[in-house]
């Protein structure tokens, strides 16, 4: 009987050797593996707010209470892609309104991740009606600004409700 | 002044964000398996966590629409979800057909401030 356990135990026990070192090989053997491919990504870092500095205004300048939107860019291919950044130029949602709304936007660089090869960005862009095209020249990460005011017309009051506009940031392959 | 340049920018990059992303920049149009048809194959990342849909499209270079087809043109894809899809064009469309586009869509209302839609066009190769 004592030599039958005995003999159960080492059988069980080859086996548990068995299977973890069955366990230890396929954990080793567990491949990681990646790609790195080229590519643009649009990082929305702050949505903005528009404040209300009087009746007839809404504008996301900080001085007028509101919040500037802010998107990034990163590259990972040199001079490969275009930004293209539109501020706002209608309401996605509003109240009814009492009359035609007047749209103003300016779309800036507010930072970069590399000053030598991205310090011209600004002075290079391209204004194409309401769009601002930037060409992305170097690798690394942009940050653009986009201010919008819109101004009610005839000075009237914008009705109370929640008022939501939609900037497009594209990133166009060269 | 360099100090506070990198002070400032180690403080952007440690802001949570929200990122659209879509590869490859520059897909090339292979034959399908049914004859006429050109098929490629995008894969995109969803790490906007305020964004449930994408919407997909074929452009020319004055990005006016190609026909295409995919499964869907408009889909859901989950903040940290992935996705890979087949976009197809018919052979006569090969030398008209230059971007292939995403671009996030917004609910109506989700939003009480100004939103931005994301947008990130390939080009294919010619």
């Known amino acids: ?174 | 002044m360099r100090l506070l340049t990198y002070i400032i920018l180690g403080i952007m990059l440690a802001l949570p964000v929200h990122a659209h992303e879509m590869v490859p920049a520059y897909p090339e149009m292979r034959p399908a398996h049914v004859d006429g048809l050109l098929v490629t194959t995008m894969k995109m990342f969803n790490k906007r966590a305020d964004v449930e849909f994408y919407e997909v499209g074929v452009f020319d270079e004055n990005f006016q629409p190609v026909p295409f087809v995919t499964a869907y043109n408009i889909f859901k894809l989950e903040y940290l979800g992935n996705t890979t899809f087949d976009i197809y064009i018919r052979e006569q469309d090969r030398n008209r057909a230059a971007y292939i586009c995403s671009r996030s869509k917004i609910r109506k209302g989700s939003s009480t401030s100004t939103a931005i839609s994301s947008k990130i066009c390939s080009k294919i190769i010619k």
């Open chain 1, 1 to 174: 009987m004592f030599n039958k356990t005995i003999k159960s135990m080492a059988i069980l026990g080859v086996v548990a050797i068995g299977s973890g070192n069955t366990f230890a090989l396929n954990a080793a053997e567990v491949p990681i593996t990646g790609t790195v491919e080229s590519k643009c990504i649009i990082q929305t870092s702050t949505a903005g707010t528009y404040g209300n500095p009087n009746a007839y205004t809404l504008s996301t300048q900080q001085a007028d209470g509101g919040d500037q939107a802010v998107v990034r860019f990163d590259v990972t291919l040199a001079d490969a892609y275009y930004a293209e950044i539109t501020p706002p130029t209608s309401f996605s949602s509003s109240p009814s309104l009492p009359d035609q709304v007047t749209w103003t936007g300016t779309v800036e660089v507010q930072a970069v991740s590399d000053a030598t090869g991205m310090g011209t960005y600004e002075a290079d862009k391209l204004e194409i009606g309401n769009t601002d095209r930037y060409t992305l020249t170097a690798t690394g990460s942009t940050w653009f600004a986009i201010h919008s005011t819109a101004t009610m017309g005839g000075n009237k009051a914008f009705p109370g409700g929640t008022y939501t506009a939609v900037a497009e940031a594209v990133c166009v392959a060269k």
